[in-house]
């Protein structure tokens, strides 16, 4: 992916399985992506709140439900801060919720994608994220 190296990511992401097959993909398709995970909404809360210019994200992916604060709830945080306008916000769930992912579109998502079950599929969506950033 040209256009994306030695930018930063933040992952929210709960599950250790999904974290480390999507840093495994994005890593293959961009060695030099630098990849920051919150295992909370809290934490990646308090990661944005307090990141620096020169480790600020291109790219922010959301699991929908992470403990206690939900990537939903994160974007609405995000939308009242405007250091975020111009960052690519996607959200990755397990579920197709109509209601889920028309509420994320409103508060500011670019995509709502739904976790595939197999590595081949994971790669896919990695790719589709990084396009999303690149667009």
Not at 111 to 116: C, E, G, S, T
């Given at each position: ?32 992506l630098?990849v ?22 291109s ?33 990755w ?36 994220m ?6």
């Open positions: 992916m040209t256009g994306f190296s030695g930018r930063y990511v933040l992952l929210a992401e709960d599950d250790i399985d999904d974290q480390e097959f999507l840093i495994e993909a994005l890593h293959e398709l961009d060695p030099e630098n920051h995970v919150a295992d909370s909404g809290e934490k990646a809360i308090e990661y944005l709140s307090s990141v620096t210019v020169t480790s600020f994200p790219l922010i992916i959301l699991d929908y439900n992470l403990p206690k604060i939900n990537g939903q709830q994160i974007l609405s945080y995000l939308k009242n801060d405007e250091r975020y306008d111009g960052v690519t916000k996607l959200v769930s397990t579920s197709n919720a109509p209601h889920y992912v028309q509420c994320c579109l409103q508060e500011g998502a670019k995509a709502y994608l739904v976790k595939p079950t197999d590595l081949g599929g994971i790669k896919k969506v990695a790719a589709t990084l396009a999303y950033c690149s667009s």
